[in-house]
């Protein structure tokens, strides 16, 4: 197994190579308006430091969102034309899962990251591998009240959710932790199967997760003016 995991659905672009039992490598780059520049260079990085080729990888999995159209579209449209091309299975995993993950908490917290708007997008976790619902978008000022919080989302709105709940783990949901993650599943009987029916609890179909229109729309037809 060589699975190659990547996100875009945050400002990290990231990426990872995992062989089963370890990441291989991983680089990341903070950066929110250079996603489709970055990722091929950031999945070639990573394939020269594991010393592997792209025809070696078996699965590619991408993060899933929810996150700003763009740049969730680009590391969702990069993983469907790799799994063409190759000929390997392509899966999505929810980001905020992602970085629940890498939290490496067993206690329940809540992930947030940065919507715009002013909004975050959320969901609660039992430990860092269980959701017990979201993903969501709200107000931060609209999240349980209480729980511990991870994420980039609540760091940017500290004074609003209370700095006192933020927890000192990674904020993104950086690709080594996605691959993990993923491995955890690729190993369960009839996982394509359950996939495709939309019941998996992790893995999904390499489709976004969207909770709101993308700010850009189509204009509507002028109207029509009569005398």
Avoid: N
Avoid at 32 to 56: C, F, K, M, N, S
Avoid at 79 to 97: F, H, I, K, N, R
Avoid at 203 to 226: C, G, M, N, W
């Amino acid at each position: 197994m060589l699975v190659l995991a990547f996100d875009t659905a945050t400002p990290a672009v990231t990426a990872a190579l995992h062989d089963g039992e370890r990441v291989l490598a991983e680089s990341t780059t903070v950066d929110a308006r250079r996603h489709g520049e970055l990722l091929v260079p950031t999945i070639e990085t990573v394939l020269r430091e594991a010393g592997a080729v792209l025809a070696d990888v078996t699965v590619v999995v991408a993060g899933a969102g929810p996150g700003p159209y763009t740049g969730l579209r680009v590391g969702l449209v990069t993983a469907q034309a790799l799994a063409t091309s190759l000929g390997v299975p392509a899966y999505g995993v929810c980001t905020l899962d992602a970085v629940a993950y890498g939290s490496g908490l067993e206690e329940p917290f809540l992930v947030a990251t940065d919507a715009r708007r002013k909004e975050v997008f959320w969901g609660h976790y039992a430990d860092r591998r269980t959701r017990l619902s979201g993903p969501a978008v709200d107000k931060p000022q609209d999240l349980p009240a209480e729980l511990p919080l991870v994420g980039a989302g609540a760091r940017m709105y500290a004074e609003v959710v209370g700095a006192s709940r933020l927890l000192d783990v990674p904020e993104y949901p950086f690709a080594g932790a996605l691959a993990a993650l993923a491995v955890e599943q690729l190993g369960q009987p009839d996982v394509a199967e359950v996939v495709e029916s939309g019941t998996h609890p992790v893995l999904s179909l390499p489709r976004p997760i969207y909770l709101r229109r993308p700010d850009a729309q189509v204009p509507a037809p002028p109207k029509r003016v009569t005398a």
